[in-house]
Each structure stands twice: as C-alpha cells, then as structure tokens.
C-alpha cells in the first residue's frame, strides 16, 4: 500500500517562505508524477504544481508561478514544495498526491488522475 505524509506547513506571515515535503512509502515513487493540491476553507481543491517521475518537467498553477518551486529526490522517495513571497490568499490545506506513470513524462492538473492522496498539511498566511 502506498503511503503519502506531507509536513512542513505552519504559521507565517506575508512575504515569508515554508518549504513543504511529501515522503512516500514505497519505491514507486521513482516511476510516479507528482503533485500538489491545496483546499482553502469553503473552496474546491485546486492544482498547485505537478513534476514529472525525472524532476526534468514542471507545471504550476499561474496563481503560484515564479513564487512555488516543487522539486523531488528519489533517492529519498521525497518531493517538496519550496514557496515564498506567500500570500494571506495561500492559506490553505496543501496535500500531495501521485500516480504511477510508469516511467512516461506526464503531467496532469486533474485531481482524478491522482490515485494516492497524503492527509494534508495545513499553511497559514498572516497579512
């Protein structure tokens, strides 16, 4: 069973970074797309960024674009998410999710494509 624990979430203010890891539990990990979601209360989850089994593509919401960078080490069946310059409007539950892309560069910004799902890191932005 694959397992997906995301920490690094907290309490900052506006203008400041957090980085977020995901660490998943199996060696699939080295063959699957990566993702981040996040839920702001009373909202739909939406797409944060994506990268592929490589690390060698990306995709980012444009509402985070030149401020997140999602990264992954295989190595340490790890994935991150470093973001700065946050906003009171990135408060949220950020979650992380993967699926087996057996290898192939795909990308995807639909939550239904995401088998496994991490319980969800909660990040506050004080204005």
């Known amino acids: 069973q694959v397992q997906l624990a995301e920490s690094g979430g907290g309490l900052v203010q506006a203008g400041g970074s957090l980085r977020l890891s995901c660490a998943v539990s199996?060696?699939?990990?080295?063959?699957?797309?990566m993702a981040w979601f996040r839920q702001a209360p009373g909202k739909e989850r939406e797409f944060v960024a994506a990268?592929?089994?490589?690390?060698?593509?990306?995709a980012y919401a444009d509402s985070v674009k030149g401020r997140f960078t999602i990264s992954r080490d295989n190595a340490k069946n790890t994935m991150y998410l470093q973001m700065s310059s946050l906003k009171p409007e990135d408060t949220a539950v950020y979650y992380c999710?993967?699926?087996?892309?057996?290898?192939?560069?795909?990308?995807?910004?639909?939550?239904?494509?995401?088998?496994?799902w991490g319980q969800g890191t909660q990040v506050t932005v004080s204005s």
């Open positions: 999710a993967a699926f087996n892309s057996g290898g192939s560069d795909s990308l995807s910004r639909l939550i239904k494509l995401y088998d496994y």
């Open positions: 199996r060696r699939f990990f080295s063959s699957s797309t």
């Open positions: 990268i592929t089994w490589s690390g060698g593509s990306t």
